[in-house]
T-cell receptor, first 110, second 115 residues
Framework: DAKTTQPPSMDCAEGRAANLPCNHSTISGNEYVYWYRQIHSQGPQYIIHGLKNNETNEMASLIITEDRKSSTLILPHATLRDTAVYYCIAKETSGSRLTFGEGTQLTVNP | EPEVTQTPSHQVTQMGQEVILRCVPISNHLYFYWYRQILGQKVEFLVSFYNNEISEKSEIFDDQFSVERPDGSNFTLKIRSTKLEDSAMYFC?????????????FGSGTRLTVV
């Protein structure tokens, strides 16, 4: 699986959009980009994933650049409950393991 | 919303003892996983299980570890002879497919403390 690079921490004001970047410059054509988050030592929670098109669900939007070397997770209206570590993971379609990195600690401030 | 249930939430055991961590995956899921997270460290993959056999395992998953699906609902992780360094949060997860087109659903974890 391709290595991903994320900033270690970010802050966001409550009610504002949180934009979390991820670099995956060595991603291969059959690797999806997944985002999970972990709220204070709870189990990781799946957020969204995509291959090359932008994706949106009830939790977030995922913007993947045309060259697929980077992506951005967007939480459109961050709340205090969105404070968590966010993980960006590049995963092949074959194989089952998720390789978690250090992630980005997002702190949403009142 | 369907959940992955893990029991117990916290287990304390003496070094050298056997422990069994239990998980009830989501009922229509076919793939099952164990991950662990040592305090302050990354979440690490241990093993995946499909069709009653291990489909993938990491270097961490040595002979001290085993997994089993003893009936149609439970999925267990056994550590035969616990060491201090086995102290960690253990997360069970399940998915409908191998995961590339769906996310995994994780349980809330079992905190294992080896003393």
């Amino acid at each position: 699986d391709a290595k991903t690079t994320q900033p270690p921490s970010m802050d966001c004001a409550e009610g504002r959009a949180a934009n979390l970047p991820c670099n995956h410059s060595t991603i291969s054509g059959n690797e999806y980009v997944y985002w999970y988050r972990q709220i204070h030592s709870q189990g990781p929670q799946y957020i969204i994933h995509g291959l090359k098109n932008n994706e949106t669900n009830e939790m977030a939007s995922l913007i993947i650049t045309e060259d697929r070397k980077s992506s951005t997770l967007i939480l459109p209206h961050a709340t205090l409950r969105d404070t968590a570590v966010y993980y960006c993971i590049a995963k092949e379609t074959s194989g089952s393991r998720l390789t978690f990195g250090e992630g980005t600690q997002l702190t949403v401030n009142p | 919303e369907p959940e992955v249930t893990q029991t117990p939430s916290h287990q304390v055991t003496q070094m050298g003892q056997e422990v069994i961590l239990r998980c009830v995956p989501i009922s229509n899921h076919l793939y099952f996983y164990w991950y662990r997270q040592i305090l302050g460290q990354k979440v690490e993959f241990l093993v995946s299980f499909y069709n009653n056999e291990i489909s993938e395992k990491s270097e961490i998953f040595d002979d001290q570890f085993s997994v089993e699906r003893p009936d149609g609902s439970n999925f267990t992780l056994k550590i035969r002879s616990t060491k201090l360094e086995d102290s960690a949060m253990y997360f069970c997860a399940s998915s409908i497919t191998q995961g590339w087109n769906h996310g995994y659903t994780f349980g809330s974890g079992t905190r294992l403390t080896v003393v």
